[in-house]
């Protein structure tokens, strides 16, 4: 078992900027990937970044490349979103999660945290 818990979420103006962190505990070591997603009110869960453990390779969803960065403290075993350049279209809450492989794809994550909202004022 898996056990994540995200903060750091908040209201901020547009063009504002937000860490997201999410500390993950127990069995990471049977996880390749630590991924971010997000979603609005009626709106279907979307990818937003992904890294995995080792070697600290990332992914990224079109919308948030060169305005967001995910990383990781080994140390700490946790994962950050940095969140620059921040828009109104990103508002929604935020969720981490951890799966086998560094994908996009909702079912590809086994464990999610319980989410932290973001709200983009314009």
């Known amino acids: 078992q898996v056990l994540l818990v995200e903060s750091g979420g908040g209201l901020v103006q547009a063009g504002g900027s937000l860490r997201l962190s999410c500390a993950a505990s127990g069995r990471t070591f049977s996880t390749v990937a630590m991924g971010w997603f997000r979603q609005a009110p009626g709106k279907e869960r979307e990818f937003v970044a992904a890294i995995t453990w080792r070697g600290g390779f990332t992914y990224y969803a079109d919308s948030v490349k060169g305005r967001f960065t995910v990383s990781l403290d080994y140390a700490k075993n946790t994962v950050y979103l940095h969140m620059n350049s921040l828009r109104p279209e990103d508002t929604a809450v935020y969720f981490c999660?951890?799966?086998?492989?560094?994908?996009?794809?909702?079912?590809?994550?086994?464990?999610w945290g319980q989410g932290t909202q973001v709200t983009v004022s314009s």
């Open positions: 999660a951890a799966g086998a492989s560094l994908a996009s794809t909702v079912e590809t994550y086994d464990y």
